[in-house]
């Protein structure tokens, strides 16, 4: 349960901070968290007042302060994060080097070299610009090297899926619908190999039993007996995934 809502606290804090409320019925207590996409994200128990929770804000104003400057400055790097001049793909065992020139030209082309060397030519634009055009390119690019490995480790487990598709998602690292489409995050492929293999076999799983059921991991342990410790890397993972991918 989440409420997505902007909140205004008084006191010591700057009049213009505002902060992302989630309800959580299943916490005990206020948990604040501070990320460089959301801000600060305060999840509260169920029924807690509006009264209680300022108070604890104000208590922890400093700490608030303090984070919410580091995230700023994380902000600001992503913003300013170059476009990469080699592009990893573990899961694919595959490495693209990347040449750029700058030309006066109105948008911005990718030429492939080869199988491993590409040449962006752009126009003056930030790069951040370029970074989203570069992983546009990388979703068409990556598309049909999953649909592969998707369809070949589901022919290992004996099963069948419909469409294998790719996406750049935030949160989630891939999904199952329930008609056995298959989506696959872009960040999957820059992971460590047996973490993308993981994730594959948690989504074909999914095409047995449509929840995380224990009997959905007992099936997963059975293909994947590392589950557990693979679980936990996937976990922290996120960070090991290139930042211009945007
Ligand atoms: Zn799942």
Request: aromatic fraction near 6%; glycine fraction near 4%; charged fraction near 25%.
């Amino acid at each position: 349960m989440a409420e997505r809502a902007e909140k205004r606290v008084q006191g010591v804090l700057p009049s213009d901070f505002t902060y992302l409320k989630r309800i959580n019925p299943r916490a005990k207590r206020v948990i604040l968290r501070i990320n460089h996409r959301d801000g600060l994200v305060v999840t509260v128990p169920k029924g807690l007042s509006k009264k209680d929770l300022d108070s604890i804000l104000v208590e922890k104003t400093d700490w608030i302060l303090a984070g919410l400057e580091v995230a700023a400055r994380r902000k600001l790097e992503e913003i300013a994060t170059p476009p990469p001049q080699l592009i990893k793909i573990p899961l694919f065992d595959q490495r693209i080097t990347v040449d750029y020139d700058s030309w006066q030209i109105q948008k911005i082309a990718i030429d492939i070299n080869d199988a491993s060397h590409i040449t962006v030519t752009h126009p003056d634009v930030e790069s951040a610009i370029i970074n989203q055009i570069i992983t546009k390119w990388l979703v068409g690019w990556c598309t049909p090297h999953m649909n592969k490995l998707v369809r070949e480790v589901a022919h290992k487990r004996g099963l069948e899926v419909a469409k294998v598709g790719v996406r750049l998602q935030k949160s989630l690292w891939g999904s199952c619908s329930a008609n056995s489409n298959i989506s696959m995050n872009l960040r999957t492929a820059f992971l460590a190999k047996e973490l993308g293999l993981f994730v594959i076999d948690h989504e074909l799983a999914h095409l047995t039993h449509h929840n995380h059921s224990a009997d959905f991991y007992r099936l997963l342990e059975e293909r994947q007996p590392e589950a557990k410790r693979l679980n936990a890397e996937l976990k922290k993972a996120g960070a090991t995934v290139p930042s211009w991918l945007s």
